[in-house]
């Protein structure tokens, strides 16, 4: 439905991937495969780092809270998605438009944040091993947990509104599967620079000063580890590091193309993809790169595992 001129329209058409029919009936059972695994992963995640007594340290209290932050984040959009996927009717109403696009950015906000919270907590274990425990304790962990979140509802809060009170003249037709900052900013009907310039910096502040935290905190890693002369320690820093650089790299990668130029200077279609990569894919790898790489979570898997099978013949 087409509001009046210059008003609010009551729904939103996500035009999607509705080009490619065919496609379409591809990407529901992918999708849909991939949200399911993405589930159980993410939960095993949880439910591991919470019933082992092993895992109860700061590093997997962080790992936990990422688990958290990607159910709610691909269930921010997926479900929306396969709904549309699956038959003709594309519409959102304004309200959910709004409150997909509050998550969606939200989320990814406190995603960039908590990334560069897991990177302190590498680089105290990695350079304060002896003081590890007291540094990382209960009340800094939760603080920084709670830092994460507030600094990425925070952009949201401010964004949001910012975004979806821009006049568009009737126009609901959004070029994209989501009601997402870049496509919605692309269907206004006056000039947008102001808010694509807050878009920036607000881009810079929420995704580009997290990640020169994550370098900083890594080259402090790097000539830290330079100076270790025992293989053992070397393999184990490597390890738990490389897990959190590989989902840094898949996170960021996408994240900086799509924010840092939301206007209409990217391709359409290329950013679906690219959306649709970091909402659905990085959150099914995301449990995958920690525990294939991990010998502490695959450890506490098969302990779990051989609890419950134990119990079951008793």
Not at 176 to 198: G, K, N, S, W, Y
Not at 232 to 252: A, I, P
Request: charged residues 15%.
């Amino acid at each position: 439905m087409e509001a009046a001129n210059g008003s609010t329209p009551d729904s939103f058409v996500l035009l999607g991937f509705s080009d490619r029919p065919r496609l379409e009936r591809v990407l529901f059972v992918v999708i849909l495969t991939a949200y399911l695994l993405t589930l159980l992963g993410n939960a095993t995640i949880i439910l591991v780092s919470r019933l082992d007594p092993q895992l109860r340290t700061p590093m997997y209290f962080f790992l936990a809270q990422l688990s958290v932050l990607d159910l709610c984040f691909t269930t921010s959009c997926i479900p929306q998605l396969l709904y549309n996927l699956n038959g003709p009717d594309k519409t959102i109403s304004y309200m959910g438009c709004a409150v997909q696009l509050f998550l969606f950015l939200g989320l990814g906000g406190v995603e960039c944040l908590l990334l560069a919270v897991m990177a302190y907590d590498r680089l105290v274990a990695v350079c304060k091993p002896l003081h590890y425990m007291a540094i990382m304790n209960p009340r800094l962990c939760a603080a920084l947990v709670s830092v994460a979140w507030g600094g990425g509802m925070t952009n949201s809060i401010v964004m949001s509104p910012v975004t979806l009170l821009l006049p568009r003249c009737g126009h609901n037709r959004v070029n994209h599967f989501l009601c997402e900052v870049p496509a919605l900013i692309r269907i206004a009907c006056v000039d947008t620079a102001a808010v694509e310039a807050t878009v920036f910096v607000l881009a810079i502040v929420i995704v580009l000063t997290p990640l020169v935290l994550i370098l900083v905190s890594y080259g402090c890693i790097v000539r830290a580890v330079l100076q270790v002369r025992s293989a053992s320690r070397l393999k184990k820093v490597f390890s738990t590091c490389g897990s959190h650089l590989t989902v840094v790299s898949l996170f960021y990668g996408n994240i900086i193309y799509m924010y840092m130029q939301p206007g209409n200077s990217s391709s359409q279609d290329q950013g679906k993809f690219l959306t649709l990569f970091y909402s659905s894919v990085s959150p099914l790898l995301n449990p995958l790169i920690y525990t294939l790489r991990n010998r502490d979570v695959k450890g506490a898997l098969r302990r779990l595992l051989l609890r419950d099978r134990e119990a079951g013949k008793g």
